[in-house]
């Protein structure tokens, strides 16, 4: 089993910068971790993901060269690095844990980030 908490979200204006943690306990050994995100009325959409040795990363067209996405092994951390942002970045953020293409996920509670202009 593992347990995701989410930090770091919070008020920011546009340009700004934030930096979110996903904590991880449990067994994580060769998880995928990914952040999501979901703004009222949306369906919740993949922002970016790294896999499970740090090696390739992935990101979304509308954040690509603004989110970074790194995870810290001896900490049992992920982190989103978020520059430059923007109103239509607000949303409550997600921390996922992926095994075996989905065979095991998990999620955490969201942390929410809101962009004012």
């Known amino acids: 089993q593992v347990q995701l908490v989410e930090s770091g979200g919070g008020l920011v204006q546009a340009g700004g910068s934030l930096r979110l943690s996903c904590a991880a306990s449990g067994r994580t050994f060769r998880y995928a971790m990914g952040w999501f995100r979901q703004a009222p009325g949306n369906e919740r959409e993949l922002v970016a993901a790294i896999n499970w040795s740090g090696s390739n990363t992935y990101y979304e067209d509308s954040v690509r060269g603004r989110f970074t996405i790194s995870r810290d092994s001896a900490k049992n951390t992920v982190y989103l690095q978020m520059n430059s942002l923007k109103p239509e970045d607000t949303a409550v953020y997600y921390c996922?844990?992926?095994?075996?293409?989905?065979?095991?996920?998990?999620w955490g509670q969201g942390t929410p980030v809101s962009v004012s202009s």
């Open positions: 996922n844990a992926d095994w075996a293409l989905s065979i095991s996920t998990y």
